[in-house]
């Protein structure tokens, strides 16, 4: 791409809009996690910059996000005792996405299915509406998360301090009602900052503001925690990095569909762990790929991963010389423009679809959505997507049974004069089972009780593989049962059109081991010559043919 005045233009009023919107959604993330507002600014200074120099999208705005605050905040009260402690998380969550990158895996992780990331963006949401409840009504932030926030609120309501109420209502108020053509000169959020600030600078005093701000560079935080911390830190750190991961890869599906461009996901991992990296080296919240951002970014003009690195310049230049300016600000203030930034992240097109959902479907984005608000993020990913995976094991069983084709061959059509004249040509003495498709575990167990009958009825069974493009372990297995079973039967197996990635996973599990040497043909009518011949020396033999 041609970099010219025009994109430098766009790239320069990108990342000056983007920067004045993440200064108010930086500090209230910070102060969401538990780190404090500064933390949050050395966040989308570091995630912001690192994640556009060496990410793969090229428009994408990084930095502190719901999710991501909400996880720090878990980190921070269970997984941690003390400062460096979940610093070392935040660290450890950065390395790990920069291995998913480097080992390719940004586009696994970009499976997550759908009702999964809906259920727990939805229970983000509903987290951060929820914990902003007490400092809405004046209160502090309770700890135990929303468990927690739900025991004080009955107190917080009795003790309402009325001015923070005021205060945080005019700034949702104004966050709500801002016009979105206004939002490209203005930012809602920085206007609802302004006036929610102002009223409690002007008029209605006496609330808790944020306080002192550290200015200047942030100090590094150096630690080395035991080994058994640091075990037990990896599944935290796994699932930072895999919400991260999540998160900003979707940003960027976003991102590619309003520009047209085409992101690379394992870079985009690459710069993401570094960022986070670099957070939780400086004491910032970690961060991952903001969806709003992003859209702002790209609106305003930004159109390169300058605007990125530009918006977060002029973050770290509103750190160092505009501080003080900042510690008036109403915690009020902040958890209005919180309350706003939870409802835009419930996926409210999905639930408005619950009606015409699957039930499966349903039931597993209800399932993560209350383990994320009600238990922890941790357990619901986890569980989420083990029931994900569990519906659509469902539904490839039902997809697999139904490209199982297992017939009787008749003797007239298959084996043309054979038989002799007390034979009944309309026997079947040899059966047909024909694979199409992909096999795997979700219809071994089923395939068995299918098919095994049907084997014991005839004299051969032949196997045709002529359609079958995939079949994982289990399945192979299956086919070594059900080999195992026709020979318990006395049933002469053939097999047909076998090849390709098939051919060598029943190979390497040695499924082929108890098959007859002779007995397996390129082709059916290989195959038909094989069972012809199979059938007419068991007739020589016993004089009974065995009917279906």
Known sequence: MKYDLDTLRGDLFGGLTSAVVALPVSLA???ASGL???????????VGFFAAIFGGTRSQISGPTAPMAVAMAVIITSHSSNLTEALTVVMMGGLLQV?????????????????????FMSGIGVIVMLIQTLPFLGASTALGGPIGTLRALPDALANANINAFAIALATLLVGVLWPRRWTRFMPGPLVALIVGTLLGVLALRD?????????????LHLGLPSIGFLVSAIQPALILALLGSV??????????????TRHNADRELIGQGIGNMVAGLFGGVPG?????????????????????????VVVLALLLGLGRYVEPIPH????GILMKVGWDIVDWRMLARVHRMRREHLFVMLLTLGLTVFVDLVTAVAIGLIAAGMAHARQLERMELDSVVSVPLLDMAFLPGEGGGESDPFSARVGLVALRGSFTVASSHKLVGVISEDIKDHEVVIFDFSDATYIDDSAAMLIHQLIEVATNAHTEVVIANLSGAVAETLDALGVLGEVAE?????????????????VTERAAADGTPKRS
């Open 29 to 31: 993330f910070g102060v």
């Open 36 to 46: 404090g507002a500064a933390a949050g600014l050395y966040g989308a200074i570091a």
């Open 99 to 119: 291995l998913l990158g480097v080992l390719r895996f940004g586009r696994f992780v970009a499976y997550t299915p759908h009702v999964v990331v809906s259920g």
């Open 207 to 219: 609330v808790p503001v944020i306080g002192p701000v550290p200015t200047g560079l942030p100090q």
């Open 247 to 260: 998160d900003s890869l979707l940003t960027s599906l976003v991102a590619d569909s309003m520009t047209g």
């Open 288 to 312: 991952a790929g903001a969806t709003m951002g992003t859209v702002i970014n790209i609106r305003a003009g930004g159109t390169t991963q300058i605007s990125g690195a530009l918006r977060a």
């Open 332 to 335: 009020a203030v902040l958890a």
């Open 518 to 534: 002779g007995r397996i043909a390129a082709s059916r009518e290989a195959a038909r010559h094989i069972a012809y011949r199979l």
